[in-house]
């Protein structure tokens, strides 16, 4: 892949992406549409107008996500890359973009190339960058000076592969140093690891940048031991400092700020407390990267939100909540039992890792508007394309009525959609984003 220094160049404008008419949850049409197109068609969900089963977002509540993140991220003065692997929309990236987002995080080359592609120009790759194809991803987009583009790194063996590649491409690598908690994930976990990472950088100094520290909070359970692995972070980060180690901040290279990032979606205030006032005597860049609070869910986000509505007097002072904004619709299909509906849904279509979907809405075709499902509706299992809906006897459901449900762990339901509708209050279709997974 030949990468130029024109944006746009050689890339996609995910305005004029187009939606293939084989993929499923869309309405009928014979040739390729952009979302103009489709929109134009004047899809209604509740005209049944999309084929369901079908996933949909929620314009107003999405707005109100993005806006609710934005104003929290600046209480703080830190700066926010939402986690791209949540959606893989790079529709949704652009919107994030536009609404303050300083960049946006991604866990692999091939998901990297994709925002790349679609004009993002900032990436965090939340990840180790491993293996001789994807570093060739990676430095071919570096070929791009506007690209700014960094990596994380936890062994010596990583950094000497790290560095022999990029070597051989007479390139220049940004690194950032990834902190792991012992029994957690990757990342180093004492200093003996560290000084032999930093003594492989060492041996590099012409290829990899060292550009600041990172971490993943979300293996830890308990607050305390979050708060002092995060601890920990920032006393690295000004070690590193003093060290001289952030060597290309000191000298101007490319002049940009030492990162210091950390967050999910689960403990980011936390993230947001112990980062935000850090001081290391050079320019840095506090970054959060929660990636799920766009689209939200009543699962384990919302959960993980009421907590940090309780704990975290920023979030209690802006007086609002994020709003679950992607919904999965299907039919009923049959209803073999009087305690038993068939649902046309199953886990080819939803997230089913986190808690089963949970139903929320009826609408029987013609009727005025969806209603709330009785409370003891629940599903108790899925199959590849069925879902077991509990019910009573004498319940007001039949085959052909449309049910709306709410999911936990939005990122294991986008990725079973290759195009998502997105509706206005009316459930009109107002977009499609189209999702890279």
């Known amino acids: 892949m030949n990468v130029t220094n024109n944006h746009t160049a050689g890339g996609r404008n995910a305005e004029d992406t187009l939606i293939d008419p084989l993929n499923k949850g869309l309405g009928a049409f014979q040739q390729a549409l952009t979302a103009a197109d489709a929109k134009a068609l004047n899809w209604n969900l509740l005209r049944e107008d999309l084929s369901l089963p079908t996933a949909v977002l929620y314009e107003e509540r999405m707005n109100h996500n993005l806006?609710?993140?934005?104003?929290?991220?600046?209480?703080?003065?830190?700066?926010?890359?939402p986690h791209g692997k949540t959606t893989m929309a790079p529709k949704l990236f652009a919107r994030q973009l536009a609404g303050g987002a300083w960049g946006i995080t991604l866990a692999t080359a091939h998901q990297t190339r994709v925002a790349y592609q679609h004009g993002v120009r900032r990436v965090i790759m939340a990840n180790q960058l491993v293996g001789k194809q994807n570093m060739a991803i990676i430095a071919d987009l570096l070929n791009d000076p506007s690209f700014e583009f960094s990596c994380l790194v936890d062994s010596a063996d990583g950094?000497?592969?790290?560095?022999?590649?990029?070597?051989?491409?007479?390139?220049?690598?940004?690194?950032?140093?990834?902190?792991?908690?012992?029994?957690?994930?990757?990342?180093?976990?004492?200093?003996?690891?560290?000084?032999?990472?930093?003594?492989?950088?060492?041996?590099?100094?012409?290829?990899?940048?060292?550009?600041?520290?990172?971490?993943?909070?979300?293996?830890?359970?308990?607050?305390?031991?979050?708060?002092?692995?995060?601890?920990?972070?920032v006393a690295c980060a000004k070690q590193l400092a003093a060290a001289g180690r952030f060597t290309a901040r000191t000298t101007g290279e490319a002049a940009r700020p030492v990162i210091l990032t950390?967050?999910?979606?689960?403990?980011?205030?936390?993230?947001a407390e112990e980062f935000a006032k850090t001081e290391i005597g050079l320019p840095l860049d506090v970054v959060l990267r929660p990636g799920c609070y766009l689209t939200h869910d009543v699962g384990i986000y919302r959960a993980a939100q009421a907590q940090i509505q309780t704990r975290n007097p920023i979030a209690r002072k802006m007086r609002s909540k994020l709003?679950?904004?992607?919904?999965?619709?299907?039919?009923?299909?049959?209803?073999?039992?009087?305690?038993?509906?068939?649902?046309?849904?199953?886990?080819?279509?939803?997230?089913?890792?986190?808690?089963?979907?949970?139903?929320?809405?009826?609408?029987?075709?013609?009727?005025?508007?969806?209603?709330?499902?009785?409370?003891?509706?629940?599903?108790?299992?899925?199959?590849?394309?069925?879902?077991?809906?509990?019910?009573?006897?004498?319940?007001?459901?039949k085959v052909g009525d449309m049910l709306g449900f709410d999911i936990s762990h939005p990122c294991l339901t986008f990725d079973k959609w290759r195009h998502i509708a997105v509706l206005d209050p009316q459930h009109q279709v107002v977009d499609v984003i189209q999702t890279f997974f």
Do not use: C
């Not at 806006?67 to 890359?81: D, H, I, P, T």
């Not at 492989?200 to 520290?213: C, E, Q």
């Not at 950390?262 to 993230?271: E, I, L, Q, T």
């Open 67 to 81: 806006q609710w993140m934005q104003q929290f991220v600046s209480e703080y003065g830190v700066k926010l890359a």
């Open 262 to 271: 950390g967050a999910g979606s689960a403990w980011y205030d936390v993230v």
């Open 323 to 397: 709003q679950p904004a992607l919904q999965l619709w299907a039919y009923v299909q049959s209803i073999p039992e009087a305690g038993k509906a068939i649902i046309a849904l199953g886990k080819r279509d939803a997230a089913f890792d986190a808690g089963l979907p949970l139903p929320a809405l009826q609408y029987r075709p013609g009727g005025a508007a969806p209603t709330a499902t009785p409370a003891h509706w629940q599903l108790t299992g899925m199959m590849d394309q069925h879902a077991y809906l509990q019910i009573s006897a004498g319940d007001d459901i």
């Open 159 to 233: 950094v000497d592969q790290l560095g022999a590649f990029f070597q051989a491409r007479q390139q220049k690598l940004h690194v950032l140093l990834e902190l792991g908690p012992d029994g957690g994930r990757t990342g180093i976990r004492n200093p003996q690891q560290q000084e032999a990472v930093l003594a492989a950088l060492a041996r590099w100094p012409d290829n990899l940048v060292l550009a600041g520290v990172e971490v993943y909070e979300g293996v830890l359970k308990e607050e305390a031991d979050i708060r002092a692995f995060l601890q920990h972070a």
